[in-house]
């Protein structure tokens, strides 16, 4: 099987960038023009999954709260700690997470939509 999230947004360059640049996610795809619709897939190549964001003129309407989670888990500790200086040299702030297993389990940060986005350290076997 394989897994797609999609959301509506009015940031795909702040988002692209976020997903690529922070995360190290791939461009798997993208699309211009479609009925208006502007996307871009982003994963890791060659995985069963990818995140697609589109963007428009009509504006995304979305309702999340303190659980709604994107939870990435790095392969290794090499691939933690890279994220993690990513996210301190861009001086993306860490927040708290609603449900305590996160904070003793990795760090949460905003994507550019304020969802929340939690750096998983749960499955690293050091």
Do not use: C, K
Not at 10 to 31: K, M, P, Q, W
Not at 73 to 84: E, F, G, K, M, S
Request: glycine letters at 8%; zero cysteines; charged letters at 25%.
């Amino acid at each position: 099987m394989t897994f797609r999230y999609a959301r509506h947004t009015r940031n795909l360059e702040a988002l692209t960038r976020f997903y690529t640049r922070i995360l190290g996610l791939d461009i798997v795809g993208s699309f211009e023009g479609h009925d208006g619709i502007n996307g871009v897939m982003i994963g890791p190549t060659g995985a069963q999954w990818h995140l697609e964001f589109t963007e428009s003129a009509e504006p995304p309407v979305h309702a999340f709260d303190e659980e709604d989670n994107l939870v990435f888990y790095p392969a290794d500790r090499l691939a933690y700690d890279t994220i993690l200086e990513r996210i301190r040299q861009q001086q993306i702030p860490e927040i708290a997470p609603r449900n305590s297993y996160w904070e003793d389990h990795g760090i949460m940060i905003l994507d550019p939509d304020g969802y929340r986005v939690v750096i998983s350290s749960d499955r690293i076997r050091d």
